[in-house]
């Protein structure tokens, strides 16, 4: 049998982003014992590549804003599949919770008047987003990671990556991990389990994601037993790095475009006007003069077409290239040279300055730069309670990008920042809570044994294929059959593909030993891609409508009746079961709120 160390804990926070951490921080906070998981190093989680800044109705550059402005505006992106419960807190409790960063020693760019500075970005009535230049997702994981290390009752795992969650009862009673390092084994045991491992980018090629987004939480809950919900919504941002190929994928934060920048096509047209879709005409500009008023400050000026939701920014740069407008790398032309001074480019955006010399040779307070959609942000995850962060699975709580219903079926830009620090802390106190009042439950030697013994077969002798092809193949199905425009011939081949791989994937080979073994590593990984792929492509099927980050060429528009219906993704004992399950419905006062032509 297989050594391993054992360890138990009242709390257990798979994955240390800013949702991890702020779970552990408050879980800690009400006394529990925690143990924080980080795949990679402490600090180097994916929320560090979040870029333009947190959404939080301050009213700090914009008096009129209120958290009431923020809610409708969360509500019309997420195209009104928003769980409105977690929409109304996430909107509520964001200022407390920026707040809370400054107190902590979070140094955010400033108004001439000493306050925390707000800029503008897609989606968003008001300039919303507190920010630190385009490095906001770092200075956010520089405090809490401060505050968490000095925080009483908080071990914290290093390279250490979650394999399989135990259960009992349909309960979540422990985990089995290992060390990246060195191979070995690690049994936790632990009263409840809060889920913040982040999204599902790497299933696909062109990404903005890190390494770790392999959709391990979501593969993790399905597998123990929770529901995956709104798995067919995958944000495609509009704005990645097109050229050269090494970096094809890399983010272009949307912060270009809220300081000023726009998009522009090979004939130099700012096309962008010619696809402002109705509901939110009231609320934009329609011509480069009003465009222009808003640059220049003019108060009560209608936001640039540029800062539409992403969905429709994205799409409408895939149209420019299909009908032959595009850059000549296959992209559009993102223009901020000819907007803004050249010290004010450097000052606002020093990381997009740093990555387009470094990276592409160009300097964009001279030229425009070349962008297209990458794969961004999964807007399904864990089915949660909008109250507690708690999962379907009694004892297991989400947060993050990991859990669903905030964003509906499209994010704002900024709303994923203060979404891990409202839902990270509370799941975090939820969780705890249960820990503290519920007994301890000893993690059966036959069900970690069988975990143990899946968590090694890779390495056995009889298993034959090679994972890095088996992930180019999956990233080429996921590209080609699930990409940002869908139709039932694709997914129907896709999903076929994938349950074929699927079995090849089981012959994964892990070549070695233990001790840094990225082949091993990526055996596992496969395991969680294929199923969260699965998930994608079984509820983007059976969604047979176009709304927000999911687009049917055969379904072009939108679905009444579909429109008020989550898809739910369930594990089953033949399989993926695909639920379809009434929308939460609003109270009447906030509805109408919601429906205004313009505030």
Same mark, same amino acid.
């Given at each position: ?210 390494? =770790?987004?392999? +959709?391990?939480? %979501?593969?993790? &809950?399905? !597998?123990?037993? @929770?529901?995956? #919900?709104?798995?067919?919504? /995958? ?87 299909? =009908?032959?407008? +595009?850059?000549? %790398?296959?992209? &559009?032309? !993102?223009?901020? @040279?000819?907007? #803004?001074?050249?010290?004010? /480019? ?254």
């Amino acid at each position: 049998m297989e050594d391993f160390e054992e360890k138990k804990y009242d709390v257990l926070v798979v994955g240390a982003g800013g949702a991890g951490i702020r779970a552990a921080i408050a879980a800690s906070d009400e006394g529990a014992t925690v143990c924080l998981v980080s795949k990679s190093l402490l600090g180097k989680a994916h929320t560090v590549m979040a870029e333009g800044g947190a959404a939080a109705a301050l009213g700090n550059a914009d008096e009129r804003d209120n958290w009431k402005a923020h809610f409708r505006d969360t509500i019309r992106g997420g195209k009104h599949l928003n769980n409105w419960k977690m929409a109304k807190i996430h909107a509520e409790q964001a200022p407390e919770r920026i707040m809370e960063l400054e107190k902590w020693g979070a140094v955010f760019d400033r108004t001439k008047d000493g306050k925390i500075n707000q800029r503008n970005f897609g989606g968003h009535r008001f300039p919303r987003l507190a920010h630190v230049g385009d490095r906001t997702g770092l200075e956010i994981i520089r405090t809490v990671q401060d505050k968490v290390i000095h925080q009483k009752n908080v071990d914290i795992l290093m390279e250490c990556t979650v394999s399989k969650i135990l259960t009992e009862n349909n309960q979540a009673i422990g985990a089995l991990a290992y060390y990246r390092n060195n191979g070995k084994l690690v049994s936790i045991q632990a009263k409840s389990i809060i889920i913040a491992t982040g999204g599902i980018g790497k299933a696909y090629r062109v990404t903005s994601n890190s390494w =770790e987004y392999t +959709g391990d939480g %979501h593969a993790l &809950a399905y !597998l123990a037993g @929770a529901d995956l #919900q709104d798995m067919e919504f /995958i944000q495609f941002h509009p704005t990645g790095m097109v050229w050269p190929p090494s970096v094809k994928g890399t983010l272009v934060t949307e912060g270009v475009r809220g300081e000023g920048g726009i998009l522009l096509n090979n004939k130099n047209e700012r096309f962008m006007f010619n696809y402002i879709p109705e509901a939110f005409a009231a609320e934009t500009a329609k011509n480069e003069e009003e465009a222009n008023d808003w640059l220049k400050g003019v108060k009560g000026a209608m936001r640039p077409p540029e800062l539409l939701t992403r969905d429709v920014v994205a799409k409408a740069i895939m149209k420019e290239v299909k =009908e032959g407008r +595009g850059s000549p %790398h296959g992209g &559009a032309f !993102l223009d901020i @040279a000819n907007r #803004q001074p050249s010290d004010y /480019i450097k000052k606002k955006l020093p990381s997009m300055y740093h990555q387009f010399k470094e990276l592409g040779d160009l300097d964009i307070t001279t030229e425009p730069m070349e962008v297209g959609p990458t794969t961004h942000y999964m807007m399904g995850g864990i089915r949660v309670d909008a109250e507690t962060g708690a999962s379907t699975l009694k004892g297991m709580y989400a947060a993050g990008e990991a859990a669903a219903g905030l964003h509906g079926a499209n994010r704002l830009g900024g709303n994923s920042l203060s979404d891990l620090l409202v839902f990270g802390k509370i799941a975090g106190s939820s969780a705890a809570i249960f820990a503290l009042n519920n007994k301890d439950r000893a993690i059966n030697r036959d069900e970690l044994n069988k975990a143990i013994s899946e968590t090694l077969e890779s390495f056995d002798n009889d298993k034959k294929e090679n994972p890095y092809h088996l992930h180019e193949e999956l990233q080429d199905i996921m590209e080609n059959h699930a990409g940002i425009v869908r139709d039932e011939k694709d997914l129907t081949k896709g999903i076929e593909k994938l349950k074929e791989l699927d079995k090849r994937v089981e012959n994964a080979k892990a070549f070695g030993n233990r001790a840094y073994n990225p082949s091993w590593h990526l055996c596992l990984d496969l395991k969680n891609m294929i199923i969260t792929s699965l998930a994608v492509t079984e509820a983007a099927k059976e969604r047979r409508e176009s709304r927000g980050g999911h687009t049917r060429l055969d379904y072009p528009d939108y679905d009444p009746e579909l429109g008020m219906l989550n898809i739910i993704i369930r594990k089953s004992i033949d399989g993926i079961n695909v639920i379809k399950s009434d929308k939460k419905i609003m109270p009447d006062d906030l509805d109408e709120f919601v429906h205004k032509e313009a505030i």
